[in-house]
C-alpha cells in the first residue's frame, strides 16, 4: 500500500467496478445507499478468505466445532441478550437539511457536512440498530421479528445442543460464518460498514479462572492470521479498551485497527465476554465439570472478524502501482488469489496452439485435490493478457507457443513446454506440461 492516501481508496473502488470485484448494488435502478453487490472475481476472492479461515480455526483442529444458525430468531433472544434495550447509536440531526449522524462521528460545532449549514443540530437520542420485519401473512406486534444484528448469540443458545452431541470440554469453540444486518445511521467508505454484512466468529469457552491465557493465545493467533492476509505490520494497531468505555460485561477487549485511506478504524475484536451471555440464556449453569462434577458457567473469550473488511483490508494491501513497467496489480498473496493461473494460446486464430491451450487448461483444473482456479484468456496480444491478469492478482500465466507445438525452426529442448510468468517479477520460465501441475502447485504453497 504504497499509494498516498488521498487516492488510493478511489483507485480501489474503480479497479473494483472495472474489473468485476464489487459493483454497486442494484445498479440500473439507481443504487442503494451503500449496498454493494461481489462480482465474479469478489465471490471467488471473498470465498478464499471464508473458506481459508474455516480450515484454519474450525478443520484443522480438533477443540472447535461449526455452527450455521438461521438469520431470523425467536425476539425473546434479543430480548434476553440485551440488543431490544441496548443495542443503539447516538443520532442528531441537522437543524436546517435534516440530514441524520451518528453523534460521536461528526464535531457538532462544526458546519453540517451535508449541506454546510450553521444551524447547528439536535439533541443526541438513541437509535436501535436492529432491523424488523414480520412472520405470517399479516403485519402485528405478535409477528414482530428481527434480522439478526451479529451471530454470536445462536453459539450462546445452541451452547448445551453443541455440548451434548460433540461430547466437547473445556476449553472448546463453537464457530460461525454468516450474513449479519444493522440499520447504521451514517454507513460509508465502501464496503467497510454496510447494513448488511458478513461475519467470521467463534466463541472459545474457558474455564473462568483461565480465561485470561487463552485470550493471550487468541490474540496471537489473530496477529498471525492478520499477516497471512498481506497486511504489513505498520498498517495495523492493536487497542487495548479502557475500563468505562468497553462493553459493561467485558473483562478485556482490544480492538484491532486498520490504517484505511479514511483514517485508522476498527478492523476486528477480540473481546472477553465472561459469563454475560450464557448467564443471560440459561437458568442454571449449563456445564458439568466431568472432573469434579461442578456445574459452573464458562467464560467466553470471543474473537470477531468482518469479512468484507477482510476483502477491502486485502485489495488495499495488494494495491500496486509498478511506474517503471507501466501496470498496476495486485500483489496478493497466493492463496487469496481468484485465480490461481491464467492460460493463453499465444495467438488465438492458430487452431493447433489453441488446441493445445484446452488441453493444458483441462490438465490444470482436473487436478484430483481441485486446488487451483485457472482461467482461460485469448483476447488481444499476450502482453495485454498478461497486465489483464497482474491487475486481478493471478500469480502465474502459462503460454502455450510455436515452441510448444515443435514446429519447424523450434528448439527441439522446449517441445511439449510452455512458459510460465510470474506475477510479482514478471519473470518467465520454461517447464515441461507432463510436471506443470506439481510445478504451480509448489510455487503456490511458497
Known sequence: MEQGKDDLMEKVIALCKRRGFVFPGSEIYGGLANSWDYGPLGAQLKKNIKDEWWRRFVEHRDDMVGLDAAVIMNPKVWEKSGHLATFNDPLVECKKCHARFR????????????CSGKDGFTEPKNFNLMLKTSLGPTEEKASTVYLRPEIAQAMFVNFK???????????????????AFRNEITPGNFIF??????????????KPSEWDQHFDYWLTQMKQWVKDLGVKD??????????????????????????????QKELYGLASRTDFDLKNHFAEPPYQDPETNEKIYPYVIEPSFGLDRSVLVTLLEAFTEDKENDRVYLKLPKWVAPYKVAVFPLLANKPALVEKAREVFNQLTSQPTNQLTVAWDDRGNVGKRYYSQDEIGTPFCVTIDFETLG??????AKIDTVTVRDRDTMKQERVKISELPAYILAKLSE
Not at 193 to 206: G, I, K, N, P
Open 103 to 114: 453523534a460521536d462521528q461528526i464535531d457538532s460545532a462544526k458546519p453540517c457536512q451535508a
Open 161 to 179: 445442543n453443541v455440548l451434548d452431541t460433540s461430547r466437547k470440554r473445556l476449553p472448546f469453540g463453537i464457530a460461525s460464518q454468516g450474513r
Open 193 to 206: 460498514r454496510q447494513r448488511e454484512f458478513d461475519l467470521m466468529e467463534f466463541e472459545y469457552f474457558v
Open 234 to 263: 505498520e498498517h495495523v494497531v492493536y487497542v487495548p479498551i479502557a475500563d468505562g468505555e468497553r462493553a459493561h460485561y467485558s473483562a478485556k477487549t482490544i480492538d484491532v485497527e486498520y490504517k484505511y485511506p479514511f483514517g
Open 407 to 412: 514446429e519447424e525452426g523450434s528448439d527441439q
